[in-house]
């Protein structure tokens, strides 16, 4: 569905504007990214002002992006489905709410798996690999600071972007 629809925009974008260098393939990669971000964003948002919890899945949304940015993480096969599940995931973590004492013991999991995997760039990256221990420092204060402000969904979207860093092939670290 993503790719189609980017394709059929790359397609009337070049048609408006055929002397532009840029060819339908880059463009319909570039749409696809915009219209996965999107479709999460607004999907996510519109089913939060029917569950009470907009300001919630706002923060959830921008933590996880911010996180992800830093960290990197697993990528979904498709992006029809990385929208299904994103847009349910940040949903689910929008209601998320548990005690203090567990908000501890998720981001200190969250910390663990960001000091053990991260980051994780599966996607092509012009980021130099001495910056790594920058990132991973970067993240793990970025999520230490969710202790401060007391906030479920987000210690639960820190949480669940950590977890995307976890990758084993053959039971080694890749």
């Known amino acids: ?18 002397e532009a ?3 339908i393939e880059v463009m319909r990669y570039s749409l696809s990214f915009l219209l996965n971000a999107f479709f999460i964003i607004g999907i996510t948002l519109m089913i939060s002002v029917f569950t009470g919890r907009f300001t ?3 923060i959830v949304l921008i933590s996880y992006a911010i996180l992800r940015q830093l960290t990197g993480g697993v990528h979904l096969k498709s992006g029809t489905l ?18 203090y004492r567990i908000e501890v013991i998720v981001t200190v ?3 663990l798996l960001i000091l053990i ?15 790594y221990p920058i990132m991973r420092a ?16 987000l210690v639960a979207s820190f949480f669940v972007q950590a ?7 053959g039971g080694e670290r890749t």
């Not at 569905?1 to 055929?18: F, S, V, W």
């Not at 995997?117 to 910056?131: C, E």
């Not at 977890?163 to 092939?169: C, R, S």
């Open 138 to 153: 970067a993240a793990m204060l970025l999520v230490s600071t969710a202790l401060l402000v007391d906030s479920p969904p």
């Open 117 to 131: 995997f991260a980051p994780y760039l599966v996607t092509i990256t012009r980021v130099k690999k001495n910056h």
């Open 109 to 111: 999991a969250s910390l």
């Open 82 to 99: 990385c929208i299904v599940v994103s847009t349910a995931g940040a949903t689910a973590l929008s209601l998320a709410e548990f005690s």
């Open 1 to 18: 569905m993503i790719h189609h629809l980017a394709n059929k925009l790359a397609i009337r974008i070049k048609k408006a504007a055929p």
């Open 163 to 169: 977890l995307t860093l976890i990758h084993m092939k």
């Open 21 to 23: 260098p840029t060819s």
């Open 56 to 58: 919630e899945a706002v």
